[in-house]
């Protein structure tokens, strides 16, 4: 089973929203904590995190387009995308802690059309 899976991807116009979640196994104690993207040939960017204790970290070119929220179960991570640019294409994948061990979902893709 994939301890983390996200969701909610998909193609939608410049100016568009989309809601990615991000779910972690419940077999596993894993805290997903942040969004990253990655387009092709670039480094992986952070999107937005959030730590155990609440504090909120957005990327430069996202802030005040993309809110990051997690559910009080912990086990939810979401992305709400807002006024999204055709810059904002790439794969968005979920990052999560499992003791001092990394884990990444498989990502989704995200497509703005301009």
């Known amino acids: 089973q994939v301890p983390l899976v996200e969701s909610g991807g998909g193609l939608v116009q410049a100016g568009g929203s989309l809601r990615l979640s991000c779910e972690s196994s419940?077999?596993?104690?894993?805290?997903?904590m942040a969004w990253y993207r990655q387009v092709p040939g670039k480094q992986r960017e952070l999107v937005a995190s959030?730590?155990?204790?609440?504090?909120?970290n957005y990327g430069d070119s996202v802030k005040g387009r993309f809110t990051i929220s997690r559910d009080k179960s912990r086990k939810r991570l979401n992305l709400q995308m807002s006024s999204l640019k055709p810059e904002d294409t790439a794969v968005y994948l979920c990052?999560?802690?499992?003791?001092?061990?990394?884990?990444w979902g498989q990502g989704t893709q995200v497509t703005v059309s301009s």
């Open positions: 419940r077999r596993v104690n894993i805290n997903p």
């Open positions: 959030m730590s155990t204790g609440g504090e909120i």
């Open positions: 990052y999560g802690a499992l003791g001092s061990s990394e884990v």
